[in-house]
Nanobody
Framework: QVQLVESGGGSVQAGGALRLSCAVSGYLYPFYRMGWFRQAPGKEREGVASLLRGTLSTYADSVKGRFTISQDNGKNTLYLQMSSLKPEDTAMYYC????????????????????WGQGTQVTVSA
């Protein structure tokens, strides 16, 4: 059974940094597509960053230049390095993965991912 477990969330002040990790088990890593999503209270889940075949990255405009997605195949782990954090980055962050080999689907669309973690909370104070 595929499991994604996020860690690394916490509370930081604006301008600070955090690195989120997503440990993958139950599947022969790597997935074809992996990503990070976030959901703030009262808002819809939004795609933050995705990684296709471990090389092609896509970022939401709101995080470009501040967040970096990467993966370590040897550790079966996906990362999200976040810097210059802003209060509007406050949300529950979710790791997602998919093994379907498909083209032409939205890289940051929630429907493009089958497997999801339980989330890790990130809180940024002004």
């Amino acid at each position: 059974q595929v499991q994604l477990v996020e860690s690394g969330g916490g509370s930081v002040q604006a301008g600070g940094a955090l690195r989120l990790s997503c440990a993958v088990s139950g599947y022969l890593y790597p997935f074809y597509r992996m990503g990070w999503f976030r959901q703030a209270p009262g808002k819809e889940r939004e795609g933050v960053a995705s990684l296709l075949r471990g090389t092609l990255s896509t970022y939401a405009d709101s995080v470009k230049g501040r967040f970096t997605i990467s993966q370590d195949n040897g550790k079966n782990t996906l990362y999200l390095q976040m810097s210059s954090l802003k209060p509007e980055d406050t949300a529950m962050y979710y790791c997602a993965a998919d093994r379907r080999v498909m083209s032409g689907i939205p890289p940051l669309g929630a429907g493009s991912f089958t497997y999801w973690g339980q989330g890790t909370q990130v809180t940024v104070s002004a």
